[in-house]
């Protein structure tokens, strides 16, 4: 069985919250668990240091939340945030113990912090209070609850637990109407760092850079790039492997002049952008979407975590700024 756990503590005062129904951070314990069989069990959970000892039992039968916890049940993982608002402090140590049936699993995990700040603007610089909300697990639960406000400046601090996050995002209720998310995709909080982020009328979505074994100057990032729908939405037919596909173009027209990429901060040289379709069968039903591979420069990269950010700013027609980051990882300098 895999189990892990974590701790956040919110630390902002509800007038600090500027849009409360848009996103409340919550303090929580936090803990994931990938079953051998879904079946029912009871989980009991301690977390403690020397000025926090909190401690639950939570019995799970089906899939549905609770006033005091939020639950998400997927295939055989579960994702469990059991709610303690006002506790104070960050505990050293949560002890982890479930029971299914007459067995009994344990584990013991050191609780790890790091403090992520910065600024949340526009692309003209200007402040751009927001929700800087972080995604456990890929999306688990129904709640989100790790995060912070910025403030009426845009700059914000937040203590998170480490870890890999399947996302960050940076939204206020501007969303859909004349803004669209600023998306960190494969985050790993490991240390103290500072994010700007920059919101505007597109997103740039599913964000993954990768080496290739053949390619030793270069870097090939992917994404998705996309507009409010108000500004595009388009629909026409291709033919992919033999099948024809409706498309739905909700995309800026990306050409190498729109794009800046950075890998820790330093811009690099962009070798091409080339236009693909993303297949498969969204929640909204089986139709085709336009993303993008760019193959850039490669600079000297130590072994270890690093930063890539993409930004695209288009003009004309479809007029339309984005911004959004990854880590990823080198293994050798070889």
Not at 238 to 253: A, G, N
Request: net charge negative; aromatic share 12%.
């Amino acid at each position: 069985m895999v189990i892990e756990a974590w701790w956040f503590e919110n630390r902002q005062r509800s007038e600090d919250i500027l849009q409360p129904d848009w996103f409340t951070p919550r303090t929580h314990c936090g803990v994931y668990l990938e079953l051998d069989k879904e079946e029912p069990l009871r989980l009991t959970v301690r977390a403690f240091s020397r000025s926090v000892d909190f401690e639950r039992e939570v019995e799970i039968r089906g899939t549905e939340s609770r006033e005091d916890y939020d639950l998400l049940v997927k295939d055989r993982a579960v994702v469990l945030k059991i709610f303690a608002d006002g506790v104070c402090g960050l505990p050293e140590q949560i002890s982890v113990r479930v029971r299914i049936g007459e067995r009994v699993y344990g584990k013991e995990i050191k609780c790890e912090y790091s403090c992520i700040r910065g600024r949340t603007t526009d692309f003209e610089g200007n402040p751009f209070p927001a929700a800087v909300v972080f995604e456990r697990k890929a999306f688990g639960g129904k709640i989100p609850c790790i995060g912070t406000w910025s403030d009426r400046n845009g700059n914000y601090s937040v203590v998170v637990p480490n870890g890999r996050y399947g996302a960050f995002y940076v939204e206020d209720h501007s969303y859909k109407i004349s803004t669209l998310e600023n998306w960190s995709w494969k985050m790993v909080v490991d240390r103290d760092e500072r994010q700007d982020f920059k919101i505007g009328t597109g997103e740039v979505y599913g964000l993954s850079v990768w080496e290739s074994p053949g390619v030793s100057n270069a870097l090939f990032l992917y994404f998705r790039p996309m507009i409010l729908p108000q500004i595009k939405t388009e629909k026409f037919d291709v033919t992919l492997d033999h099948e024809k596909r409706e498309v739905v173009d909700i995309q800026p027209d990306l050409e190498k002049e729109d794009l800046r990429i950075c890998i820790d901060g330093r811009e690099v040289r962009i070798f091409s952008v080339q236009r693909i379709y993303e297949t498969g069968i969204y929640e909204e039903g089986d139709y085709s979407l336009i993303a993008y591979v760019v193959q850039a420069e490669k600079p000297v990269l130590s072994r270890g975590k690093h930063t890539a950010v993409v930004e695209y700013e288009t003009s004309g027609k479809y007029r339309s700024q984005s911004q959004g980051r990854t880590h990823f990882f080198v293994d050798s300098v070889l």
